[in-house]
């Protein structure tokens, strides 16, 4: 087995540290907004149905966006990419609190939503790449990074709401400060770049067949994901009787387990598999989503919350690994499974807000329940074959075998 120089080692090991706090940033973002989504909803006096309405703007922004990411790193590389598209992410977070309508709400975080997804795709590339050239699994730990980001944001916002600080103060506050930290950080990237006879990618990119099933997959974990990020502050405080920062810090105990499965979710994959680990994981989230239904208490609420996201906290980060050895141009894969599983969050927040206007919230978790049986029996999908293992020697498979380079300032 051939090791990569020293030179190398420091540089995928600098990629590596750098792309971590760019997750986490990412993060940041989400985390912030999730804590002062109660407050949208009393500040412009939505119903249930028009909040969950509303909150399928972020998700149709980024499915009809993602798919131009890989053009992006084409044209750019993946260095400027990541970069650019973090810094509109992280300034993004500012603009969803000012609105003066639901209808204004809808186009900001439409806004916010595209510049999410493009970031995500970019971000996910560049850790496939880096997973390649380190030679093992680093993934799920990727985004344990991206889920302590949003627990730190989740837990200024609970501050915040604790402090009575209004969110059009917080929000823009924390978005300027997340903006400034995001420019430096991209330094250490990979800066990937395409070939100058390669042709540029499709304008959207499809996921392959052989991805179709493991965005399935991602799907049922991004509906308890997504529903869990955006509802559980409502569904306590409407239906388990919690105050609204105990409300605010329902979403803080899902980041915190989410966090801590992920950052040992590597460990896990490496000892078990990624198949046995879903399927242990799977019905851990069964459980929390059982205990999510029957809450009638906030502390019962909590803790369903809690063991939702120790259940559903590898099976993203699977299955863009995954996603990224289907094909030979990891961003597409990567942009194809993405948009399926923000497709599904598109779908999720209004799902979940008609159910609720129908019949109600317990109903609606129900159904994210039962959707985390077919994750369990369609583990399998997200196995397969390990990272490569380390090719900082071989640049020419930076990006898949003959499709980019790093540049020479990175060939170490």
Aim: aromatic content about 4%; glycine content about 12%.
């Amino acid at each position: 087995m051939s090791h990569p120089p020293i030179a190398g080692q420091d540089r995928i090991r600098r990629a590596r540290r750098s792309v971590s706090v760019v997750f986490a940033l990412h993060g940041a973002v989400a985390g912030s907004f999730a804590t002062r989504i109660p407050w949208l909803k009393d500040h412009l006096d939505l119903t249930t149905l028009q909040l969950g309405l509303a909150l399928a703007f972020p998700a149709l922004g980024a499915a009809l966006t993602m798919p131009l990411a890989s053009g992006v790193m084409h044209r750019f590389g993946a260095r400027s990419a990541v970069r650019g598209l973090l810094v509109l992410w992280t300034a993004a977070l500012a603009l969803p609190m000012l609105a003066p309508s639901t209808v204004a709400l809808c186009g900001l975080l439409f806004a916010y939503g595209a510049a999410s997804g493009m970031a995500d795709v970019v971000m996910n590339a560049q850790g496939v790449d880096v997973e390649r050239e380190h030679g093992r699994s680093i993934m799920s730990g990727l985004h344990g990074m991206w889920s302590v980001g949003a627990l730190l944001g989740s837990a200024v916002g609970v501050g915040a709401v604790s402090l009575e600080i209004d969110a059009r103060v917080h929000l823009p506050l924390v978005a300027l400060a997340l903006t400034v930290a995001a420019l430096p950080v991209c330094r250490g990237l990979l800066d990937v770049r395409a070939r100058p006879d390669e042709d540029p990618p499709p304008r959207f990119a499809l996921p392959p067949r052989s991805a179709l099933l493991i965005g399935v997959v991602g799907m049922c974990a991004i509906l308890a994901e997504g529903g869990s990020m955006d509802w559980s502050g409502v569904y306590l405080r409407d239906l388990a009787g919690a105050s609204e920062a105990v409300a605010a810090a329902s979403y803080t105990a899902f980041a915190c387990t989410m966090a801590a499965a992920r950052l040992a979710g590597d460990a896990a994959v490496r000892r078990m598999g990624p198949v046995r680990t879903v399927r242990i994981s799977g019905v851990l989230a069964l459980a929390g989503g059982a205990l999510v239904v029957t809450a009638r208490v906030p502390a019962q609420g909590i803790v369903g919350f809690a063991l939702l996201g120790v259940g559903i906290a590898v099976v993203i980060p699977l299955a863009f690994a995954a996603a990224g050895r289907s094909g030979p141009n990891p961003s597409q894969a990567i942009a194809g499974v993405a948009t399926i599983t923000y497709t599904t969050g598109l779908i999720a927040p209004t799902l979940i807000g008609m159910v609720g206007e129908v019949a109600s919230l317990r109903a609606s978790f129900g159904l994210v329940t039962l959707s985390l049986t077919v994750l369990v029996l369609g583990a399998g999908v997200l196995g397969g074959r390990s990272p490569r293992e380390p090719v900082a020697s071989d640049p020419a498979t930076a990006r898949g075998a003959g499709q980019a380079t790093p540049d020479r300032n990175d060939a170490g």
